[in-house]
């Protein structure tokens, strides 16, 4: 396997892409409006505290801006006919996932990180474990960038069509994840339902890395989340594969 | 015999139930310009995105330059340049932005590109337009720096699916003395094209494919030689001449075109020299006379089943 052209082609997929799509509308309505919304919307008004709400606030928010570029890429692409070109380069389906991955995963570190050295800074919230925080918005921010990667697989070259999609997946995600009701405070159905879903995982490394404990180990969280980014990515890589002709 | 810059062998593609290329092999030899015939729907753009690592066939191989493009496609696709038919570039960018991110692709340093792309952009007749976004660019300039992006890392074997569809005279001109250069320089050019005069006259052999199976692979001069029974004598007068006036029995068919009427025939010898004695004749002034071989899209039509 040629490493270097893997590593070479993926770069250069991820500068295009953060080239062209960080600023279309689509990522700056999905990836930063929307988490913003979200959170006054629960937060204002409601006298609830940061130390508890922060945790979901950042995970909700690593989650948006993450999975809000993939979408966008590939039906755009295919949209304005360069997909077909950019599968002549020498690059593979997998090196052009792997470059949407990347370029979501980046813009997701990129505005989460600005948030937590503004809350950290400016609001003065301790951290017990900062060293989590750090692998924790890295591992989401992978992972949820997968998601994106999926979201765009459909044989679509309409980007509206896809942004809905990606919202009608992402949005009742969010519910059910702790974000809104702390996970500690969740019992039953609603646990069971948390469970099955990738961002509780996030919110609860988030919880640990602020108060220093979870309901799950934080070990577990972390391996969910790989387990979840190597899935998402490998059913990515079957459904545009097998749309690879359409709307080329 | 020279060895092969692009060998497709025994290539299938389906789609469902539609078979679009059907157990196809070509081998283009290195340095030769290879024209690609077909009808729409034929299967060219198919074949193409075969060739070219963009589709996996669903059987069959495709080496370019001898490497195996399935099991090596990133090294395959380093000797390639392409340009899909309705492909365009990233409209976002400008010129320069664009061939900059493709020499990005095919691994130039900084100042290789640098150096490639001052030469390309006056070449390609846009230093106007170098730092404008490419969304602005009429269809032909656009054109123009997709060649562009094909060209940049000087392939050793370069893929045009329609280059010259749709695009003003002076674009399409640029994009001929272009691809005639390259050839010059070594660089094998496969060229899938309608305009069968463009084929003809530029390409050193031809494949015509029909309902996705290749029907005739030959030069174009040998492909015309197999259809000797259709040359003809074009000829103009000038002025109109009367019904039946060039009615011969070794005329098989007569059709008017414009001022012109073209006479079929097996034997055109004998008939420019009737036309010419009946003119005499008649005190009538011939403006144009030309004998004609069968032309490669008559081959083309009788090929591929037309009327």
Redesign the interface.
Same mark, same amino acid.
């Given at each position: 396997m =040629?490493i270097s052209?893997?590593l070479?082609?993926v770069a250069?997929i991820a500068?295009?892409n953060i080239?062209?799509y960080y600023n279309k509308p689509p990522v700056f309505i999905f990836g930063l409006l929307f988490p913003l919304f979200l959170f006054i919307a629960f937060y204002i008004g409601r006298s609830m505290d940061m130390q508890t709400f922060l945790p979901g606030f950042l995970a909700m928010t690593l989650f948006f801006t993450a999975s809000s570029v993939g979408p966008l890429i590939t039906p755009w692409e295919k949209r =304005?006919? #360069?997909?077909?070109?950019l599968?002549?380069?020498?690059? #593979?389906l997998e090196i052009i996932l792997l470059g949407d991955t990347v370029a979501g995963a980046l813009f997701g570190l990129i505005i989460t990180a600005i948030i937590i050295a503004g809350t950290v800074i400016l609001l003065k919230v301790s951290v017990a474990v900062p060293l989590v925080w750090c692998v924790a918005t890295l591992l989401g921010a992978i992972t949820f960038a997968s998601l994106g990667a999926l979201l765009a697989s459909p044989a679509s070259e309409t980007p509206s069509n896809i942004m809905m999609l990606s919202s009608l997946v992402r949005f009742p995600l969010i519910f059910i994840s702790g974000i809104f009701v702390p996970l500690s405070s969740l019992g039953g159905v609603g646990l069971y339902l948390a469970t099955l879903s990738p961002l509780t995982y996030l919110v609860d490394i988030f919880s640990f890395g602020m108060h220093g404990y979870s309901v799950f180990n934080p070990v577990t969280d972390c391996i969910v989340l790989l387990a979840w980014t190597v899935a998402l990515l490998v059913v990515s890589r079957t459904v545009q594969r097998r749309n690879?002709?359409k709307g080329? | 015999m020279s060895s092969a810059a692009i060998r497709g062998d025994a290539l299938t593609k389906r789609f469902n139930s539609f078979l679009a290329v059907n157990d196809i092999s070509i081998a283009v030899n290195e340095g030769e310009f290879f024209g690609f015939l077909g009808p729409n729907g034929a299967g060219k753009t198919t074949t193409i995105r075969l060739l070219t690592g963009i589709l996996p066939p669903d059987s069959g191989s495709v080496e370019i330059a001898g490497i195996n493009l399935s099991s090596h496609p990133l090294m395959a696709k380093m000797l390639m340049g392409v340009i899909p038919e309705h492909s365009t570039i990233y409209g976002d960018l400008t010129p320069v932005q664009n061939l900059n991110l493709v020499g990005k692709f095919y691994r130039m340093g900084a100042r290789e590109r640098d150096e490639r792309i001052q030469e390309l952009i006056p070449r390609l007749g846009l230093s106007e337009h170098r730092d404008r976004q490419v969304r602005v660019f009429s269809k032909g300039m656009k054109q123009r720096i997709s060649i562009g992006c094909a060209i940049l890392h000087r392939p050793r074997v370069l893929f045009l699916d329609e280059p010259t569809e749709g695009l003003d005279v002076q674009s399409r001109r640029l994009i001929v003395d272009i691809m005639r250069e390259l050839q010059a320089e070594g660089t094998t050019i496969f060229l899938t094209t309608h305009n069968i005069e463009e084929a003809s006259t530029l390409c050193q052999r031809v494949a015509i494919i029909n309902r996705g199976s290749l029907v005739a692979v030959e030069r174009p001069e040998v492909l015309k030689q197999t259809f000797e029974t259709s040359k003809s004598v074009r000829v103009s007068f000038s002025r109109d001449v009367p019904a039946g006036f060039l009615e011969n029995e070794d005329v098989s068919r007569i059709t008017e075109t414009g001022d012109k009427f073209i006479l079929y025939t097996a034997n055109p010898d004998a008939v420019v020299k009737e036309v010419v004695r009946r003119a005499d004749r008649e005190g009538l002034t011939i403006t144009s006379l030309q004998i004609s071989g069968p032309s490669l899209e008559e081959v083309f039509v009788h090929l591929t089943g037309g009327n």
């Open positions: =040629d052209g893997l070479s082609g250069v500068e295009k080239r062209i =304005d006919r #360069t997909f077909e070109r599968l002549s380069y020498p690059v #593979t690879l002709t080329l | -």
